[in-house]
């Protein structure tokens, strides 16, 4: 049986597609990155008293460690788009740097003068607000990731969506960093791993099937 016909057939409606790079999905990543903080602050939402928390050291380590974190994830998230590459290793890395950037909030939080009551530290009511704002600005990073996950071939799908969750998560909580008035190391390790924790999990948990051919 001549098969020429068969393939013929499966084959005549297919179109060309643009081969996708790395570079290419970084560039959009960038680029989308971009355009939300630049959003987010010409419409007003970064903290009033911004020129004093640049003064706070607490406020880089928020700004520095999710900026590293979300850096970090996307390029690990990218790179196993290819199916040639495992997320594996990067996110081994990924959670050695997560646990450094938690020891050097400790270290900054056993400095402080002081000792506030815990739950007057966390504040719950507040902390509750940033967990949904951190998740709302997370989203547009999700869907993107999820996008360009579908037009390329990860072979670890699990790994690869766990990555692109986190890095999703970081990017939410960083650009939340503008607005969010609390500095105190304690309730941003509550509260922002609260946040990209469940950030992650939905990615983890939702991309592997919405990202299958």
């Known amino acids: 049986m001549r098969t020429d016909p068969l393939i013929d057939r499966l084959t005549h409606d297919l179109k060309p597609v643009r081969r996708r790079t790395t570079l290419t999905d970084a560039g959009i990543l960038a680029g989308l990155g971009g355009i939300e903080l630049g959003l987010f602050l010409a419409m007003g939402f970064s903290r009033s008293d911004m020129p004093m928390a640049m003064h706070l050291p607490s406020f880089w ?10 850096l970090v994830s996307g ?8 199916p040639m590459n495992s997320p594996r290793r990067g996110l081994r890395w990924i959670i050695a740097l997560i646990a ?3 020891s ?13 009551m815990l739950l007057m530290r966390l504040d719950w009511q507040d902390g509750v607000q940033c967990l949904y704002k951190m998740v ?15 037009r390329g071939a990860p072979t670890d799908r699990d790994g690869t969506a766990l990555a692109a969750g986190l890095a999703a998560a970081a990017w939410g909580a960083f650009v ?27 990615a983890r948990l939702a991309l592997p099937p919405l990202t299958r051919w």
């Open 75 to 82: 390029i690990v998230a990218v790179v196993s788009f290819d």
């Open 61 to 70: 380590w928020k700004l520095a460690s999710l900026g590293l974190i979300a």
């Open 136 to 150: 709302g600005l997370s989203v547009p990073a999700v869907i993107t990731l999820g996008l360009l996950m579908h």
């Open 100 to 102: 450094a950037c938690l």
């Open 176 to 202: 939340f960093v503008f607005a969010c008035p609390v500095d105190d190391p304690l309730y941003v390790a509550v509260w922002y791993s609260l946040g990209c924790g469940a950030v992650t999990l939905l």
């Open 104 to 116: 050097i909030g400790w270290i900054l939080d056993a400095s402080r003068d002081g000792a506030a």
